[in-house]
């Protein structure tokens, strides 16, 4: 297979075209005429990731943090962006990321936070349109005080702690959601009747926060891992006999003692 073949794939759920100006999204290593045999589905494309794609025989990487970002003014060994670069050209691994195309669709990083949450009546919280934007927002099957809102964001999102700013005195019916570094939406959170803001990445300011309102941040890793079964189950229903994996090498970057 082609591995412009696997980018219609992907792009027929999370189209390039829509990333935010700044992102990266797309092919980043290789051309859409290389041979794939297989595909990795990852979360980053990490120098482990690399390993694992040539070992299982997969042509092409398929993530969603961009490999290069911000982009390199060097490519020498010792560096862990540089090392997975120097892996993949020298393996022939193509490889491409659907990041925040995948955040901004129906169905993509934000709802999948929303599913968690088993939210209702969910809509974009920050629309470019009526089906691409960024965040999310719904509503809770049931009010919920604060403390066992926060019993829920642990369990749905498997985390140890949640950095959270003063509890809300009421209940939280109405929450909003953004996958990864989504401070900037918590006055949409608000304009949008939220009690709750759950993203990642919120900086100490932003927890100052008015009455009957709270934001709480999950971790980055733990508000955006879900896209990558997503991707995965895009990929293998769109192609059934071929050569779909999903990584076993995903880590969080980020401990907690």
């Known amino acids: 297979m082609k591995v412009k073949d696997i ?6 759920f999370a189209p390039a075209e829509v990333q935010e100006g700044w992102d990266n999204s797309g092919l980043i290593i290789g051309s ?15 120098p482990e990731t690399v390993d694992e794609a040539v070992r299982e025989g997969c042509g092409m990487i398929v993530t969603h943090h961009p490999l290069i970002f911000k982009g390199l003014k060097r490519i020498t060994p010792g560096d862990p962006v540089c090392d997975a670069v120097i892996k993949a050209v020298k393996s022939g691994i193509a490889v491409y990321a659907a990041h925040t195309s995948a955040d901004k669709v129906l169905g993509g990083v934000s709802f999948a936070m929303a599913e968690k949450l088993g939210l ?3 809509e974009i919280l920050s629309k470019d ?4 934007g960024l965040g999310a ?3 809770l099957p049931e009010p919920l005080a604060a403390k066992d ?3 829920l964001l642990k369990k749905a999102f498997g985390c140890a702690v949640v950095k959270c700013s003063a509890p809300v005195d009421g209940l939280i019916s109405r929450v909003a959601l953004c996958g990864g570094s989504g401070a900037e939406f918590i006055p949409a959170a608000r304009e949008r009747g939220a009690q709750a803001y759950v993203s990642a990445d919120i900086s100490y300011h932003n927890f100052f926060t008015p009455q009957g309102f709270m934001v709480a941040d999950v971790g980055h890793f733990e508000s955006e891992v879900e896209i990558t079964d997503i991707l995965f189950s895009k990929l293998k229903k769109k192609f ?7 990584s076993t090498v995903m880590h969080n970057p980020v401990y907690y003692f």
Do not use: H, K
């Open 7 to 12: 980018i219609a794939a992907v792009e027929e």
């Open 32 to 46: 859409p005429e290389d041979d794939a045999a297989g595909v990795l589905v990852a979360f980053d494309c990490t």
């Open 120 to 122: 209702r009546d969910v």
């Open 129 to 132: 349109s009526d089906e691409t």
């Open 137 to 139: 927002v719904g509503n």
């Open 149 to 151: 809102f926060i019993a």
């Open 240 to 246: 059934p006999n071929f050569a779909v994996r999903i």
